[in-house]
T-cell receptor, first 114, second 113 residues
């Protein structure tokens, strides 16, 4: 069974802290993504990676960075957490292909910044 | 910039009724249109998908209708059941190896007995 695992379901962090969100997939997928999900705004792409050590900005990269040192692991970093980064964060992975492959999502990390 | 517009934001349907969710897109380079279903506490999961060379795709009670000229597509859930209560996202992606998917804003569906 395919699996994308996010390290935490719930996190509470203080403003200004550096926050790491970890994601691991066991499907040998080339592509990995980080989205944030907010009510009324849907899923917005923060960053994605199509290979180890490769990364591309998504639609809302400000305030975030990512790291992909191994194929199976994709980390999202909040350099200095702010209250407007309180959100649900979803990691996903997919095969590299012709554009019609399925994205597999983790269960999400609900981050609260206080 | 919202490239995929989805409506309604929420929907209440009686059991046995038809649920209809509509989406419109702007980017004519999109060539793959999946729908994802998300239950509370879970990540989204692929429900059904269509490519623009067909006007309709049906899988069980779920049907996608696609209108390429109008740049619109919709999800129809026939004989809606309480177990269909979830948030539904339409999405679109363009050709290429990255599979960057653009999602709509989501529709929260509640099917009442």
């Amino acid at each position: 069974d395919v699996k994308v695992t996010q390290s935490s379901r719930y996190l509470v962090k203080r403003t200004g802290e550096k926050v790491f969100l970890e994601c691991v997939q066991d499907m040998d997928h080339e592509n990995m993504f980080w989205y944030r999900q907010d009510p009324g705004l849907g899923l917005r792409l923060i960053y994605f990676s199509y290979d180890v050590k490769m990364k591309e900005k998504g639609d809302i990269p400000e305030g975030y960075s990512v790291s992909r040192e191994k194929k199976e692991r994709f980390s999202l970093i909040l350099e200095s957490a702010s209250t407007n980064q309180t959100s649900m964060y979803l990691c996903a992975s997919s095969l590299r292909g012709a554009g019609d492959t399925e994205a597999f999502f983790g269960q999400g990390t609900r981050l609260t910044v206080v | 910039q919202q490239q995929v517009k989805q409506s309604p934001q929420s929907l209440i349907v009686q059991k046995g009724g038809i649920s209809i969710i509509n989406c419109a897109y702007e980017n004519t380079a999109f060539d793959y249109f999946p729908w994802y279903q998300q239950f509370p506490g879970k990540g989204p999961a692929l429900l059904i998908a269509i490519r623009p060379d067909v006007s309709e795709k049906k899988e069980g009670r779920f049907t996608i209708s696609f209108n390429k000229s109008a740049k619109q597509f919709s999800l129809h859930i026939m004989d809606s059941q309480p177990g269909d209560s979830a948030t539904y996202f339409c999405a679109a992606s363009s050709p290429g190896g990255y599979q960057k998917v653009t999602f709509g804003t989501g529709t929260k569906l509640q099917v009442i007995p």
